[in-house]
């Protein structure tokens, strides 16, 4: 065990949990309303909002999983850029212009939204449900990035008192959540960015050093993994699956509850737009730590005999700790190790308010009580957010976690689905609801079975298309299909002649007014709405 | 209702990263190297870089800046 490590790693949990319970009395409102509580009041500025979105974006299980797969098969892991660069310009002008029609009507959740556009309920139930499938599983595999530190700090994490320390975490992180909602993971993000930020320059400064510079550690590994596989013949494999895992990941990403979460808190659409041109300095972090697989290969930590366990243990998931143990003195390592288990927290706990709301305003108060009053739904969103954390909690003790990262696999695949009523419907009432319900269970099944025949294990997709192979991202393939049944049906609805349900917002809903767009101040409370 | 101040013209530019990272063949090899890292690598780093200054031009032309042909006709 590293005490001086364990030492500084407790000292900051410690830190934030206090932050945690404090930030309660943040702008405090009657934290007793939904839109205090799920929200903060739609009251954060540009520098919160930056903290917010890039701490609940950017997670510990990224920090881990992105050099891993860079460590395992080399450039392809690299996708996570392009991804994050194809992601902002189309967030900036869908996701403002959700947050405009969000802030007039009062949306806590997307579903709202497509509730209201459409005017139906089963179809905002489809994208609740949807959000919450595909929000479980990323909740546990944050707690996966937990274990892994604890793991490297040299504690053994199997068994039911080596499980304790993740326990202990998560019903801290239960707790102040309960009591400050999304107050809570704003202030906390602002400490585990900050720790990021830090480990990343030290790493990219330090590491390099010791191993002899950029080109050693590039010559160090095999030249097959440097670059993405040429198209040959008629496989295209090598590219098609790069671009469409870029542009898939990019699409999804603002679609998952907590983004959304941290999207509709901002106070502004120009907070939200700012946020869009400053967010990629996370990318940049990103970019970074994914050459830290590289590293990891350069450094040899995978044959040293002290890793050994521990890389039997977690797999590739081990490269960035391993690197960190081989690199950094003990009190560095404890910051570091922080950062990766802060970073868990912070998307956790937004997480799970994104999954309570859904469920409370989108099921709960949709199909089982629809005289339920604010106070009522505020207290069962709180209680549901500790559902659903206990659940994941539960899912990682007693499921192998092999489970988690599939399920995670697959909520990728699910939660684009919900493209097609929230992206167009911003634009156009064009698409009848009854489609789109189609046209979304047309995709969830076809990408579900397309994952299934590659015995999720992976998300790239064989296909085969006119003689060509084009490998690709499954969600992508499955959200043409989920395109395609839409507007055939959508054809064919109007050639029926059914009638359309009624559309509760109105076109000036979503066009910024000069005095909302947040010019003039970034942290002034909500205004009255228009209509 | 006074119009607001947007001008969505400037929207097209935020494609610039899109062609850019999607055109795979032109960023897909060894050279030249920058202090060592690949070309692959360090060019599709730049147009984080690149990207972000892309938003930030849209926003200031689109959203920001006074505008004279505010109301449509």
Known sequence: MNITATVVFVALF??????????????????HSLNEWGLAGRRFGTLLTWFLLGGDLYTAYTFIAVPALVFGVGAFGFFGVPYTILVYPFAFIIFARLWTVAHRHGFITPADFVRARYG???????IAVT????????IALQLVGIEVVI????????????????????????????????RAPAMIAVVKDTLIYVTIIAAVIVIPAQLGGYAKIFAAVPPEKLLLKVPSGDDYSGYSAYLTAALGSAFALFLYPHAMTAVFSASGANTLRRNMMLLPAYSLVLGLIALL??????????????YAA????????????????????DWFIGIAFAAIGIGALVPAAIMSIAAANLYTRNIHREFINPQVSARQETQLAKIVSLVVKFGALAFILFLPQQYAIQLQLLGGVWMIQTLPAIVPGLYTRWFDHRALLAGWLVGMVGGTLMIASLGFKSSTFPLELFGYRVSGYAAVYALLLNFAVSIVLTLAVRALGL???????????YEDLPEESGIASADTASLPPVD | MPAPRVNKKWYWLLLIPYIAILWIPSYNRLEPTAFGVP?????????????????????????????????KP
């Open chain 2, 39 to 71: 070309f692959f690598y360090w060019y599709q780093l730049l147009w984080v870089v690149l990207s972000t200054l892309v938003i930030a031009i849209v926003f200031h032309f689109a959203h920001n800046a006074p505008q004279k042909n505010s109301r």
């Open chain 1, 120 to 126: 139906s309920p089963w179809l905002a139930l489809a």
């Open chain 1, 131 to 138: 959000g919450i499938m595909a929000t479980m599983p990323y």
């Open chain 1, 310 to 329: 521990q890389f039997k243990q977690y797999g590739a998931n081990f490269a960035v700790p391993a690197l960190f143990l081989h690199s950094f003195p």
């Open chain 1, 499 to 509: 009638q359309a349900a009624p559309d509760a917002t109105q076109a000036a809903d």
């Open chain 1, 293 to 306: 697989g590289f590293m990891a290969l350069a450094s040899g930590v995978r044959e040293m005999p002290e």
């Open chain 1, 14 to 31: 410690g830190f934030v949990t206090v932050l945690g319970f404090v930030a309660a009395r943040w702008k405090r409102a009657d934290l």
């Open chain 1, 151 to 182: 793991g490297a700090l040299g504690f053994e994490t199997s068994g039911l008192l080596g499980e304790l320390p993740l326990i202990v975490a998560f019903v801290i992180l239960a707790a102040y959540t309960y009591s400050s909602g999304l």
